[in-house]
């Protein structure tokens, strides 16, 4: 049974930073290409960041220069390290994860709330 869990969000002001962390379990996990997508209240899910298993990564143009995708194959674990963090960015963030072969994230985490504040 594969999980997902996302730690680390929380609130914070705006110029300030924060590392979310999503550990995952029950897959092979540097098979996985590992993202990270974002939900605002009434507004559609949207991707943050990705990163392949071989550390290949991509961004969404929004937090470009501002947010690092990585991750630890040791420990199953992927981040997000968010610096210089805007009111915008106040999101529900869910860590995901996909094989390379699918096109579709197939795994979602709970969720963890990021809020800024201005």
């Known amino acids: 049974q594969v999980q997902l869990v996302e730690s680390g969000g929380g609130l914070v002001q705006a110029g300030g930073s924060l590392r979310l962390s999503c550990a995952a379990s029950g897959l092979t996990f540097s098979w996985y290409r590992m993202a990270w997508f974002r939900q605002a209240p009434e507004k559609e899910r949207e991707f943050v960041a990705a990163?392949?298993?071989?550390?290949?990564?991509d961004y969404a143009d929004s937090v470009k220069g501002r947010f690092t995708i990585s991750r630890d194959n040791a420990k199953n674990t992927v981040y997000l390290r968010m610096n210089s963090l805007k009111p915008e960015d106040t999101a529900v963030y869910y860590c995901?994860?996909?094989?390379?072969?699918?096109?579709?994230?197939?795994?979602w985490g709970q969720g963890t709330q990021v809020t800024v504040s201005s």
């Open positions: 995901a994860a996909r094989t390379a072969a699918m096109t579709m994230y197939n795994y």
């Open positions: 990163v392949s298993g071989r550390g290949t990564t």
